[in-house]
């Protein structure tokens, strides 16, 4: 009999890559249940539906935080339903894709391993926000504190994560790289009358998004920056209206509609620049490693990033673009305007010879022996 395992989300499983992999990789050797809020459409998987509280009522819950009423706050109308969908079920392993969502996992493990799959360092998550600190940061150290090490394991995405949990919280971490499908494509032609530069992914105020459209002031007139910003909550489309309102001062700038996410690479590939430039506004900024570089990667463009150290890491051990001296937009502007066609077509064919490599393909293994190892009880993984 195979053994059960319980993908634990919230979230739409058509837009996320990675938990996406992870059901495919797990297909063939366990019976797999999933818990999310829209089902993966090519997935014949038995799935429990998070229905969560709309925004009005959910509100209603945060003075429960300040009140330190923190039990209270975790059991609303979703996780008591979903729990009780789930408490029929036995599970060898539950694989949970948010801090928040511990304790529910807890509550219907009954002896199964858990593995916390952090995306991000959450304890820090959102501390450049003056609000997030006032109603959330206890909250999410109490669930750290109190859950964390219950976990038989945690991934995140990066080495710096990784050690941040192992450092802080004393627990058997390691790290799988944020990677995307390899795409068998070729670099687009270069133009150097229209140098193409392409930013995509959610619209979050502490990204700073607006250095990238100022970054345009530096830039010399070859040079167009499209943006494609997917809001993911009232404040998010707020800030797109005053990104939009900024923008409109430079006419070489483009706002456009958001892809699929499996078509994402397709569309970027006729790009020549993937930017990501991002001032360490926390934690979490500045370790990143974003989703959207390997994207970038799939779509052979030069990389153009700011430095932070995890991106200038993979960036100058692979060779594949330019890295800004410092968080100003004109130090990463200087570099971009000094490219020649030999270097532009240099770095996309780096992005080119590495894309395989740098594929998520390569983390298959090391996500199903990680697996492996927690369900048979041996030590933990090697980090």
């Not at 300040?66 to 996780?79: D, G, I, K, L, T």
């Not at 802080?168 to 944020?178: D, K, Q, S, T």
């Not at 993937?274 to 990667?297: C, D, R, W």
Request: hydrophobic share 40%; with cysteine.
């Amino acid at each position: 009999m195979k053994k059960r395992v319980l993908i634990f989300t919230y979230t739409n499983m058509n837009v996320d890559g990675i938990i996406s992999n992870h059901l495919k990789w797990l297909a063939d050797e366990y019976e797999i249940h999933a818990v999310c809020h829209i089902p993966h459409e090519q997935h014949d998987i038995r799935y429990f539906k998070y229905e969560d509280d709309p925004f009005p009522k959910r509100m209603l819950r945060y003075p429960l935080l300040q009140v330190r009423s923190y039990e209270s706050f975790v059991w609303n109308r979703p996780n008591r339903e979903i729990a009780a969908a789930l408490s029929e079920n036995r599970y060898d392993l539950i694989i949970v894709h948010h801090l928040r969502l511990l304790p529910v996992a807890f509550q219907v493990a009954k002896g199964a391993k858990v593995i916390l799959y952090a995306r991000e360092f959450y304890t820090e998550v959102y501390s450049d926000s003056l609000l997030w600190r006032f109603v959330m940061r206890d909250y999410y150290n109490w669930l750290a504190g109190n859950f964390l090490k219950k976990c038989d394991f945690t991934i995140t995405v990066n080495e710096s994560l990784r050690n941040f949990y192992t450092e802080r919280f004393g627990i058997p971490a390691g790290f799988i790289h944020n990677a995307v499908n390899y795409s068998d494509i070729e670099p687009s032609p270069t133009d150097m009358d229209n140098i193409r530069i392409i930013h995509h992914g959610l619209a979050s105020k502490s990204r700073k998004i607006e250095l990238m459209i100022d970054m345009m002031r530096y830039l010399d007139e070859r040079f167009t920056l499209t943006l494609i910003l997917v809001e993911h909550s009232t404040i998010s489309r707020m800030y797109i209206k005053k990104l939009r309102k900024l923008a409109a001062a430079y006419p070489r700038i483009t706002f456009t509609e958001a892809r699929p996410f499996d078509e994402i690479v397709a569309y970027t590939n006729a790009f020549d620049i993937g930017l990501f430039f991002m001032p360490p506004t926390n934690l979490n900024e500045e370790y990143s490693l974003a989703h959207k570089v390997f994207q970038y990667i799939q779509a052979r463009l030069v990389l153009a990033i700011s430095p932070l150290p995890e991106m200038k890491k993979l960036v100058e051990a692979y060779d594949l673009g330019v890295v800004g001296d410092t968080n100003e937009p004109e130090s990463l502007a200087c570099k971009l305007n000094s490219l020649s066609k030999q270097e532009i077509d240099y770095y996309k064919s780096r992005a080119h010879h590495h894309a395989k490599e740098l594929g998520a393909e390569s983390n298959k293994d090391k996500f199903l022996s990680i697996v492996e190892s927690i369900l048979n009880s041996r030590s933990s993984p090697q980090p």
